[in-house]
């Protein structure tokens, strides 16, 4: 079974751009998560889709927004880019969701903003 | 909220040698899940554990939940350099969190030789 992919795994804007980030489930998987992982923060949850619906956000402003497609593959958003946007973005898969549920982490895009 | 964290943040050791990472939750978890994140990496699932008091073991690795599901330990015996890299501890935010974890901000391990 092939893993969760991220496109694009790099990527480099100016303050003020947007930027689309894609992820790939693993196939049977309808479940996607989002998470920004930086040096000081580590891990911190975005929002989650299940069946082309967000069930759950966590604590970012409205510049970060997302969107799952029929075939369970995500997308993040963000616009108006900030110097503290810099991050590594991972998206997370698993089957349904719920609480005890593996989840199986992508590779990740790793966005710096200049 | 709930809070999940971890110690120690930093962990070094030497080859050979056993240690021991802690999670605590601020809240009651009904389930606890390990994850590793080498060098460069992405997490990595390692393990789950749901019942009061359990303990897990794979290979070299002990992980036990306590007995008020509110704290979590990671063991590991006779480190080797493949070892390297940060464990961190998640728990559901809610009963309804669907997808929804809170990491521990994790314990990054440097191994000597």
């Known amino acids: 079974k092939a893993g969760v992919t991220q496109t694009p795994r790099y990527l480099i804007k100016t303050r003020g751009q947007q930027v689309t980030l894609s992820c790939s489930p693993i196939?049977?998987?309808?479940?996607v998560s989002w998470y920004q992982q930086t040096p000081g923060q580590g891990l911190q949850f975005l929002f989650e889709?299940?069946?082309?619906?967000?069930?759950n956000k966590g604590n970012f402003p409205g510049r970060f927004s997302g969107r799952q497609f029929s075939n369970s593959r995500s997308e993040m958003n963000v616009s108006t880019l900030e110097l503290g946007d810099s991050a590594l973005y991972l998206c997370?898969?698993?089957?349904?969701?719920?609480?005890?549920?593996?989840?199986?982490f992508g590779p990740g895009t790793r966005l710096t903003v200049l | 909220g709930q809070q999940v964290m971890q110690i120690p943040q930093y962990q070094h050791v030497q080859e050979g040698e056993d240690f021991t990472t802690y999670c605590n939750s601020s809240?009651?978890?009904?389930?606890i899940q390990w994850y590793k994140q080498r060098p460069g990496g992405h997490p990595v699932f390692l393990i789950q554990?749901?019942?009061?008091?359990e303990v897990k073991k794979q290979k070299r690795l002990t992980f036990q939940f306590g007995e008020a599901k509110k704290n979590s330990s990671l063991h590991i015996t006779a480190t080797q350099t493949t070892d390297v890299g940060t464990y961190f501890c998640?728990?559901?935010?809610?009963?309804?969190?669907?997808?929804?974890?809170?990491f521990g901000a994790g314990t990054q391990v440097v191994v000597t030789p």
């Open positions: 889709y299940f069946s082309e619906t967000q069930r």
């Open positions: 196939s049977g998987h309808r479940s």
């Open positions: 809240t009651t978890l009904s389930n």
């Open positions: 998640a728990g559901p935010m809610t009963t309804d969190s669907w997808g929804k974890f809170q």
């Open positions: 554990l749901v019942k009061s008091g």
């Open positions: 997370a898969s698993s089957s349904s969701g719920g609480r005890t549920d593996t989840q199986y």
